[in-house]
């Protein structure tokens, strides 16, 4: 059995996230591995649709997420999240649970994720429906050493694709 490892994309709302998972995953299936996408959307419409995005409501979500990944991870899966998840200190009690670990800061300027705005969110928050968007008007902590940026306004999905997959190799996941 194969080596399981987490790579945790986090980013605010619009930076592709779930764009660089996608192609991620297909890339390493065709490589031969189980993987598996940790979506913090679908996990969260799936499982708790009703919960809120206070700071603890999303603390814990991120923790569900976190214990999901352990499991998978020492399972010999390679976990992908993708999940907003704005606080240093979540994203460092994901780092201390999870063995094999690869966070990966996935970054747009705000002007690129207004334009882009795939869930409609920035024009909610720029007309005042919404207060609080992660990375507009709410809290987003950028990574401080994530062992990968990719810059999504300046990168193509391959090349960040072919960034991450240099950086599993070179911390011997792959």
């Excluded at 779930?18 to 591995?33: C, F, P």
């Excluded at 996408?37 to 569900?64: T, V």
């Excluded at 094999?100 to 690129?112: D, H």
Aim: charged share 30%; hydrophobic share 35%.
């Amino acid at each position: 059995m194969s080596k399981g490892f987490t790579i945790w994309l986090t980013g605010p709302s619009g930076v592709g996230k779930s764009t660089l998972a996608q192609v991620l995953k297909e890339k390493l299936l065709d490589m031969g591995y189980c993987v598996e996408i940790l979506d913090g959307d679908e996990i969260r419409n799936k499982l708790y649709p009703n919960l809120g995005f206070s700071k603890e409501a999303r603390e814990m979500h991120n923790r569900i997420v976190i214990h999901m990944a352990k499991l998978l991870s020492r399972n010999g899966v390679i976990a992908i999240v993708s999940l907003i998840s704005p606080y240093r200190k979540v994203r460092e009690y994901a780092r201390e649970e999870i063995e094999n670990f690869m966070e990966v800061y996935v970054y747009a300027p705000l002007e690129v994720r207004i334009k882009r705005d795939p869930k409609g969110l920035y024009k909610k928050a720029l007309n005042g429906e919404i207060k609080g968007l992660t990375g507009y008007d709410g809290v987003y902590e950028e990574p401080e050493n994530p062992e990968v940026r990719v810059d999504s306004s300046k990168m193509s999905v391959e090349e960040e694709v072919n960034l991450v997959l240099e950086t599993a190799k070179k911390l011997g996941y792959l």
